[in-house]
């Protein structure tokens, strides 16, 4: 059965190899600290499940002292020469976008049909984390494509990889470790915290009032705190299960899936979205720091609005 280990075994295995070649980058002035970084990386996803909790805490406070004192670097990468840059686009055309249309497609694919498979009784593909198994799937079936279209080899592709890595940099850490954080504000008791002092300020009787509370909370809160995943946990324990679902009665699918989005809109607008918001700003070289936030910004907006109207329609 496929499973979320090996997802997190492929990843630790690209991790180990670009540790691997940060630590040989001679041209890089930080390659032992950058090689360090990307190695402790690999070892929580190769090693995870057999580390007791306090050797992931240190390993943890580790990555963010190495990062937080300038140790992460990029080294010196040479760029493919601009003619055969575009000898490669003329030769393969549209077909560049095949390995990028695969990994939708075959994540769906996975997700809602391969999943159903079985093997004597046993699931092909884990029930559990259905979604981001198929979503590994597809990236390596997609990978294995890519090469074959463009005939590259699998050094080029690692050394791609591990360009765009280090360009995002410790940026790249933030979805895990702000999902993180959304557990232990839940295990902290915030969203009971929230759910109080919510009750004592708003008419939460109200069918409406509760879930417009529902819906700006999620998109306020993931704003603060840069990931709808980390926002979640916190309004659906405070906001959505025991006001929405237990006193009126909201169904729960719809609900959960409409307040992440809401908590999506929010990542549209906020800075401390960093990954998806800050990164390519730098990435794209642009002169606004603010240029990404101020596009989205009219996505983000009537997003919100169509979501709260589906959220009255749907729960």
């Not at 630790?12 to 980058?25: H, P, R, T």
């Not at 007791?52 to 140790?71: D, K, N, R, S, T």
Request: net charge positive.
């Amino acid at each position: 059965m496929i499973g979320l280990a090996h997802v997190y075994t492929l990843a630790g295995i690209f991790l180990a190899a670009v540790a691997l070649l940060s630590f040989g980058d001679r041209s890089n002035p930080r390659r032992f600290s950058s090689g360090l970084f990307w190695g402790l990386l690999a070892t929580g996803f190769l090693a995870g499940d057999s580390l007791p909790a306090e050797a992931l805490g240190a390993m943890v406070i580790l990555l963010a002292l190495v990062a937080g004192c300038g140790g992460l670097r990029a080294g010196q990468h040479v760029p493919v020469a601009q003619p055969l840059l575009r000898e490669r686009a003329k030769r393969l055309g549209h077909l560049l976008l095949v390995p990028v249309l695969l990994v939708s497609l075959l994540t769906l694919a996975v997700a809602l049909g391969v999943s159903r498979l079985q093997i004597s009784g046993t699931p092909l593909v884990s029930p559990v984390q259905t979604t981001v198994v198929a979503l590994g799937i597809a990236c390596t079936i997609s990978l294995l494509v890519a090469l074959r279209i463009t005939r590259a080899s699998p050094r080029e592709a690692l050394e791609g990889g591990r360009h765009l890595l280090e360009a995002i940099g410790w940026a790249a850490l933030l979805p895990l470790l702000l999902a993180v954080l959304g557990s232990v504000f839940a295990r902290a008791g915030i969203g009971e915290l929230l759910s109080s002092a919510l009750t004592a300020s708003l008419p939460l009787e109200n069918h409406a009032v509760a879930l417009t509370a529902y819906a700006f909370g999620m998109t306020l809160l993931t704003m603060v705190m840069g990931n709808a995943f980390a926002a979640f946990p916190v309004i659906a324990i405070g906001l959505g299960l025991p006001v929405l679902v237990t006193q009126h009665h909201a169904d729960a699918a719809p609900l959960a899936a409409l307040g992440m989005l809401a908590g999506y809109c929010g990542t549209l607008l906020t800075p401390m979205a960093a990954n998806f918001n800050v990164v390519p700003v730098a990435l794209l070289g642009l002169r606004d720091q603010h240029a990404v936030l101020k596009a989205q910004a009219f996505t983000a907006l009537p997003l919100f609005v169509c979501n709260l109207v589906l959220l009255f329609l749907l729960t």
